[in-house]
């Protein structure tokens, strides 16, 4: 029997086995490991190339650098505890959207739907399709538009993929997920265990103290994307004690993977080498292996891009899907498509969207920054939100933390 058909079971409802080609509803596919690569995919994106060197230039000493990297950490694996709250204790394919109906009303999650559909996942899929042309411009140009067109590919191609099936989305996510953590591997093993070929740049006047509104700012923005998860909670094989393993692990697993970069960055240029480089990848493996090591660098950031890109843009059409099924005026975005296990109508508005947003890009000739400008306000402002919403649905809904404990971890106190 199929962890899908288990799950209806233990509900009270088996399926007509002649009817479970045609059920409209998502099937529970998505192992820990999925979305634990999920999350580290959207996560490790092209942040950790270049917020270091951020966080160094506002940095007293190296300690005080990687305490800030740790404690970045510790505050994400704390929110995603809250979203592990939120998604085991109401699971829905709609994700935030689905919390902040629940705590604020019709009108606020409207707004946040829309939001999703023409912001905030439109704007992050054409920026990493940026990302990802601009480095692969580096490697092979096609033409005056060449970071646009290699977007608008990226695009096209990865919503293809997902448009396949569930099985394909997932599987093209763990095989580039795979790939960038293998890039990241690579940097720290060069900057651990190689020797520079030129010296770390001389250290300068020392600073009075960490200044660490703006580090705590930089490092936080590079660990952001991990409550994409719960985006997923209603495909996820036992969500109550899947999803918070993969949110802690995969947390886990990142946080010391920057750890450990950030070492390798300062190991090869000095505290001081770090803060004041424009490319620190490229600039530490510059130092290590010469030119050959810039461009080493520019395929591990495509990569990166590619795989945040496709986590994105499978997680972001479960939202579109929820709204609609919600808003009579966009049903048509809330069919599931049961033969492919995913919403093909929220897929294909999503990168019809994001297409328009590249074509934006193109026009401005400034595509990675005029996407920034166009996503961040929106997504902060609706992420402080969701993680009120936690109090809000705790004090409306006391039964469901409750129960969603008792499912996670038995104990003598819910059998009574």
């Known amino acids: 029997m199929s962890d899908s058909v288990q799950d209806r079971v233990a509900l009270g409802s088996a399926p007509n086995p002649a009817s479970v080609e045609t059920d409209p509803n998502p099937r529970r596919?998505?192992?820990?490991?999925?979305?634990?690569?999920?999350?580290?995919?959207?996560?490790?994106?092209?942040?950790?190339?270049?917020a270091p060197a951020l966080v160094a230039a506002n940095a007293f000493s190296v300690n005080e650098m990687l305490i800030a990297w740790v404690v970045g950490g510790l505050i994400s694996v704390a929110g995603a505890l809250c979203y592990a709250e939120l998604a085991t204790s109401h699971p829905n394919a709609g994700g935030d959207y689905h919390f902040l109906r629940l705590a604020y009303g019709e009108k606020l999650s409207f707004l946040f739907a829309w939001a999703r559909l023409t912001v905030i996942p439109t704007g992050s899929i054409a920026l990493l399709g940026?990302?990802?042309?601009?480095?692969?411009?580096?490697?092979?140009?096609?033409g005056e538009y060449s970071s646009a067109w290699y977007a608008a590919g990226t695009v096209v191609v990865l919503t293809v993929i997902n448009l396949v099936g569930l099985r394909s989305g997932k599987w093209t996510?763990?095989?580039?997920?795979?790939?960038?953590?293998?890039?990241?591997?690579?940097?720290?093993?060069?900057?651990?265990?190689?020797?520079?070929?030129?010296?770390?740049?001389?250290?300068t006047a020392?600073?009075?103290?960490?200044?660490?509104?703006?580090?705590?700012?930089?490092?936080?923005?590079?660990?952001?994307?991990?409550?994409e998860a719960a985006y997923v909670s209603a495909e996820v094989v036992g969500p109550n004690r899947n999803l918070p393993r993969a949110l802690f692990w995969s947390l886990a697993i990142i946080t010391l993977a920057y750890l450990l970069v950030n070492i390798a960055f300062v190991r090869v240029l000095g505290l001081e080498g770090?803060?004041?480089?424009?490319?620190?990848?490229?600039?530490?493996?510059?130092?290590?292996?010469?030119?050959?090591?810039?461009?080493?660098?520019?395929?591990?950031?495509?990569?990166?891009?590619?795989?945040?890109?496709?986590?994105?843009?499978?997680?972001?059409?479960?939202?579109?899907?929820?709204?609609?099924?919600?808003?009579?005026?966009?049903r048509f975005l809330g069919r599931w498509n049961a033969r492919h296990d995913g919403p093909s109508n929220a897929l294909m508005t999503l990168c019809a969207i994001s297409l328009g947003l590249v074509v934006l890009g193109a026009i401005t000739r400034s595509g990675f920054s005029t996407m920034v400008d166009y996503t961040a306000p929106v997504f902060w402002l609706f992420f402080t939100l969701t993680g009120i919403s936690l109090f809000v649905l705790?004090?409306?809904?006391?039964?469901?933390?409750?129960?969603?404990?008792?499912r996670s971890i038995p104990s003598p106190r819910c059998s009574s």
Not at 295 to 324: E, K
């Open 29 to 50: 596919l998505l192992s820990t490991l999925d979305v634990m690569a999920l999350i580290i995919g959207i996560v490790i994106g092209a942040g950790i190339f270049s």
């Open 130 to 142: 940026y990302v990802f042309g601009d480095y692969a411009t580096q490697i092979y140009r096609l």
């Open 173 to 203: 996510q763990n095989v580039l997920t795979l790939l960038e953590v293998g890039g990241v591997l690579f940097i720290i093993g060069a900057g651990l265990f190689m020797t520079p070929e030129t010296p770390a740049v001389a250290p």
């Open 206 to 227: 020392a600073r009075e103290a960490t200044q660490w509104g703006l580090v705590l700012v930089f490092v936080m923005l590079t660990y952001g994307g991990w409550n």
């Open 274 to 330: 770090t803060g004041a480089s424009q490319a620190v990848a490229a600039d530490m493996l510059r130092a290590l292996m010469g030119e050959r090591g810039a461009q080493i660098i520019s395929v591990l950031i495509a990569v990166s891009a590619l795989t945040s890109a496709n986590a994105t843009i499978l997680l972001s059409a479960r939202t579109v899907y929820a709204f609609g099924r919600d808003e009579p005026m966009f």
């Open 394 to 406: 705790r004090r409306r809904f006391p039964g469901r933390r409750a129960r969603s404990a008792c």
